[in-house]
């Protein structure tokens, strides 16, 4: 029993940066993997970055390597995505999501948990 709840999206221009945040309540064994994934118009869920719960194990698409980060911070109950370096084609809905599973997945089906996104919208 796990809920999700993301923020921080909104419009930033190419170039920019932007913080997006996942509020996480519910049974913290069931999110010991947590995720960001993104939806873009008329294009599959795709992933974008995982982190395990100690934090020492990450996993980037290589779309976003090197600028995008994922931290988390289980005191608050928080997962993190700061975005650098934005570009147009990092427009799209952004999701969290969470596994109890100890394997950082990169396939939207191998998780258990989504909150329901947030808008990200990048100008040229």
């Known amino acids: 029993q796990v809920q999700l709840v993301e923020s921080g999206g909104g419009l930033v221009q190419a170039g920019g940066s932007l913080r997006l945040s996942c509020t996480a309540s519910g049974r913290s064994s069931s999110r010991q993997v947590m995720a960001w994934f993104r939806q873009a118009p008329d294009k599959e869920r795709e992933f974008v970055a995982a982190?395990?719960?100690?934090?020492?194990?990450?996993k980037y698409a290589d779309s976003v390597k090197g600028r995008f980060t994922i931290s988390r911070d289980n005191a608050k109950n928080a997962l993190y995505l700061q975005m650098n370096s934005v570009n147009p084609d990092d427009t799209a809905i952004y999701y969290c999501?969470?596994?109890?599973?100890?394997?950082?997945?990169?396939?939207?089906?191998?998780?258990?948990?989504w909150g329901q996104g947030t808008q990200v919208t990048v100008s040229s």
């Open positions: 982190v395990n719960w100690s934090g020492g194990r990450t």
């Open positions: 999501a969470a596994r109890a599973n100890y394997n950082l997945e990169i396939v939207p089906s191998q998780y258990d948990y």
